[in-house]
T-cell receptor, first 113, second 110 residues
Framework: DTGVSQNPRHKITKRGQNVTFRCDPI?????LYWYRQTLGQGPEFLTY????????KSRLLSDRFSAERPKGSFSTLEIQRTEQGDSAMYLC???????????FGPGTRLTVL | GIQVEQSPPDLILQEGANSTLRCNFS?????LQWFHQNPWGQLINLFY???GTKQNGRLSATTVATERYSLLYISSSQTTDSGVYFC????????????FGQGTILTVHP
């Protein structure tokens, strides 16, 4: 049983560049979530997929952010025209529709210079 | 939205001591989880406990949903227990998004 995986683990970019992160959920989990965590804070919800449908988006997800889950398996999170305020840990989680809770990947740490 | 408050914010213990971490939430919940975040940022599942009591080794948790709180007990603490402990809930009207508390930073000295 492999857990949730995320790539890359670290990303350093310059302000204004675009970045894309990938999340591979646990294979039988049809729900997938993205969260963002800044230093000293708890993770904050960004968006949620059930299969390939994006069912909820946080107001934190500005127009520069887009997430996809085209075949209901892996998901990508893209940030366009990165800003220094985007520097954070981006966490992905997956779950079954009922019970057992959400399981998190190791995260992608983004640094925008 | 639902509010989650954790206490204490910081806790310093000697190895072998016991501790209790508290999580209060402002509304009914469908899900409550406790996590331990290690120094590399990985969130490790401790308990899925929307109600009742569970135990796993030196750790146990109790959620009293009607009174809107949960407790995490750590007995005979070890230095490897150090880190940040988060409580997170799914509010009754949510599809499934977790709302996290601010965490409790636990430091266990040898």
């Amino acid at each position: 049983d492999t857990g949730v995986s995320q790539n890359p683990r670290h990303k350093i970019t310059k302000r204004g560049q675009n970045v894309t992160f990938r999340c591979d959920p646990i294979s039988e989990h049809n729900r997938l979530y993205w969260y963002r965590q800044t230093l000293g804070q708890g993770p904050e919800f960004l968006t949620y997929f059930q299969n390939e449908a994006q069912l909820e988006k946080s107001r934190l997800l500005s127009d520069r952010f887009s997430a996809e889950r085209p075949k209901g398996s892996f998901s990508t999170l893209e940030i366009q025209r990165t800003e220094q305020g985007d520097s954070a840990m981006y966490l992905c989680a997956s779950s079954l529709p009922s019970g057992a809770g959400q399981f998190f990947g190791p995260g992608t740490r983004l640094t925008v210079l | 939205g639902i509010q989650v408050e954790q206490s204490p914010p910081d806790l310093i213990l000697q190895e072998g001591a016991n501790s209790t971490l508290r999580c209060n939430f402002s509304d009914s919940v469908n899900n409550l989880q406790w996590f331990h975040q290690n120094p590399w940022g990985q969130l490790i599942n401790l308990f899925y406990i929307p109600s009742g009591t569970k135990q796993n080794g030196r750790l146990s948790a109790t959620t009293v949903a009607t009174e809107r709180y949960s407790l995490l007990y750590i007995s005979s603490s070890q230095t490897t227990d150090s880190g940040v402990y988060f409580c997170a809930v799914v509010g009754g009207t949510s599809y499934g998004k977790l709302t996290f508390g601010q965490g409790t930073i636990l430091t266990v000295h040898p």
